[in-house]
């Protein structure tokens, strides 16, 4: 008796690798009639104990249930259609348990894919130099902003970090700042800043760039090393 649920297994196909791996066989050389009675005995005590059970898994235990069928009663013209039966599935069990054992691999791209930061590509028509804003700021003025809180941020760092999958929206960071010069019209560009973790602080570097770009806002330096402002385009 297994003292298992469905919800443990993510179709019959990994239903039946399981059963293949706590019977210690080997996929290319299984006992077909022993699986199939254990994977039917499964289903059969599931469906004892009133549980609903997928159709997927109903699906393959008449698959399986064709196949033994066919290994009890033998005729010459079944055998080559039986041995069909068996090697498309012992290929499809080859096939499944290549994916699986992928699946490691895949949530480690994941997490590492939750490091990076995207924007959404634009227009280079975006940057054409617009006649009623001029500004002698330049783009290394702000780089090197930027580099100054990256240098705050290594300050701030905590002893320990915790790692999240939750990706911070350029877009999400546009929407409040936007928020903010609704009682302002002119902010002191580290006054835009709420915090200085570094996934916060690229996107909301990202958001104030492309609403420059897009004429929102323009960014102000009276003489070198002033504050940088943020001022809105009426």
Do not use: W
Not at 38 to 62: G, H
Not at 71 to 90: A, F, I, S, Y
């Amino acid at each position: 008796m297994y003292d298992i649920s469905l919800d443990n297994f993510q179709g019959p196909m990994d239903l039946l690798l399981h059963l293949i791996k706590i019977k210690k066989m080997n996929i290319l050389d299984i006992k077909l009639e022993v699986i199939i009675d254990e994977y039917l005995n499964y289903i059969k005590k599931l469906e004892d104990m009133n549980l609903n059970i997928a159709s997927s898994y109903l699906v393959m235990a008449s698959e399986l249930i064709e196949i033994k069928s066919r290994m009890l009663l033998p005729t010459k013209e079944e055998e080559g259609e039986e041995e069909d039966l068996k090697e498309n599935l012992v290929n499809r069990l080859i096939e499944y348990e290549k994916y699986k054992n992928m699946v490691p691999e895949f949530r480690r791209l994941e997490d590492e894919r939750s490091n990076f930061l995207t924007k959404s590509p634009s227009s280079i028509l975006e940057f054409k130099e617009d006649t009623n804003y001029k500004s002698d700021l330049t783009m290394e003025d702000l780089i090197s902003a930027y580099k100054k809180f990256l240098e705050r941020i290594e300050e701030e760092k905590p002893i320990n970090t915790k790692i999240t999958k939750k990706e911070i929206s350029v877009h999400d960071q546009i929407t409040k700042i936007r928020e903010k010069f609704k009682f302002q019209k002119r902010i002191n560009f580290l006054d835009l800043f709420e915090s200085f973790k570094k996934d916060y602080v690229i996107a909301n570097f990202l958001a104030i760039l492309e609403m420059s770009s897009k004429r929102e806002i323009k960014i102000i330096q009276d003489k070198n090393f002033d504050n940088i402002i943020c001022e809105v385009i009426e």
